[in-house]
């Protein structure tokens, strides 16, 4: 005897995801939530999502976004095994999204939810993307400041894509390009490149980035640089060819001695300094050294990317009856 199915009521096309990774953001979880719901029931009625990522906190993080879901049916909760960093967070929520418009923020209210608003209007006026400028960076240090608006005009320089300068992962994407990046293998990403890197009609929204709602920053001075390293090796090789001109240099300088040291043999002269001779040997060594490192550094990703893991490992998905989305 066969098993009957009981039918479902259809379920209202989603017109809105909300993707929000959470990384120890217990203090602001819950008025980001009020904020975001407020605005989104404005633009979509009832047939929008907030998909909220736990990126293994630590703090009463995931407990909150239970209690959420049970408050609101539109709210998805992610918890993930373990904390995979902000971007491999952000693209689970993404590969876990529904919606025909998908806007990504961060969950401390740096990013003013409410602005999804001016981006929907840009999208209705026919942007693929629309990707919030920041104008100004309210609780900033002048080095966090300083050292951002360096890196993105470096990074523009050594890019062919271009990445627009002074901007987040704080975007509204049409689902065609959310499912081009779904589809995009590489376990080191840099979102926003990414992003950019697809194409189609990308425009600005220019904002006032705020300081945070409460709470620490989550990206001390270690994890920007590696966010750097990581944005650079993604996008440019620039650096391989920057190390094979000073392997170059350094060669031409090596052989320049060598000619050198043998002429002064020949005329019996002996070669006097042994400290500057040491000290020409390990600069030598030094470049050779920090080429290999370069090399090393883009070695290593194809290492990564060569096993074929998983990007991110989902241990619970709540508020949703869709399957864990795999990677």
């Avoid at 904390?83 to 401390?108: E, F, K, M, P």
């Avoid at 926003?192 to 194409?199: A, K, N, T």
């Avoid at 009609?201 to 709602?213: G, I, T």
Wanted: glycine content about 8%; overall charge positive; hydrophobic content about 45%.
């Amino acid at each position: 005897m066969s098993a009957v199915e009981i039918p479902r009521s259809p379920q209202p096309a989603c017109r809105l995801s909300v993707v929000v990774p959470c990384f120890n953001e217990a203090e602001c979880i819950e008025a980001f939530h009020a904020r975001a719901k407020s605005a989104c029931e404005l633009l979509a009625g009832d047939a929008y999502e907030i998909v909220f990522v736990d990126d293994g906190s630590r703090d009463n993080t995931w407990p909150l976004i239970q209690s959420l879901a049970a408050a609101n049916p539109r709210v998805v909760g992610v918890k993930l095994m373990r904390n995979h960093g902000h971007q491999l967070a952000a693209t689970a929520g993404l590969q876990t999204s529904r919606g025909q418009r998908v806007l990504l923020i961060d969950a401390d209210l740096q990013d003013p939810p409410e602005l999804m608003g001016d981006m929907w209007a840009l999208m209705d006026k026919g942007a693929d993307v629309v990707y919030g400028k920041r104008t100004s960076r309210e609780g900033e240090s002048w080095f966090k400041r300083a050292s951002a608006s360096l890196f993105y005009r470096l990074l523009m320089r050594m890019t062919d894509v271009a990445i627009p300068v002074d901007t987040g992962d704080f975007r509204m994407m049409d689902r065609k390009v959310v499912d081009i990046l779904n589809s995009m293998p590489e376990h080191h990403r840099f979102l926003r490149g990414m992003v950019s890197w697809i194409g189609g009609r990308q425009v600005p929204l220019n904002y006032e980035r705020l300081s945070r709602f409460a709470g620490r920053t989550k990206y001390p001075l270690k994890k920007m640089v590696l966010f750097a390293v990581d944005a650079i090796t993604g996008f440019s090789i620039v650096p391989l060819r920057l190390a094979f001109w000073i392997g170059l240099v350094a060669a031409m300088m090596a052989a320049g001695l060598l000619a050198y040291v043998f002429i002064g043999w020949l005329s019996g002269e002996t070669v006097v300094g042994w400290t500057s001779m040491m000290a020409v040997i390990t600069f030598f060594a030094g470049v050779q050294l920090a080429v290999l490192g370069v090399i090393g550094e883009y070695l290593g990703r194809l290492v990564h990317e060569s096993k074929r893991r998983p990007m991110f490992l989902i241990e619970t998905l709540i508020g949703s009856d869709r399957e864990i989305p795999r990677s």
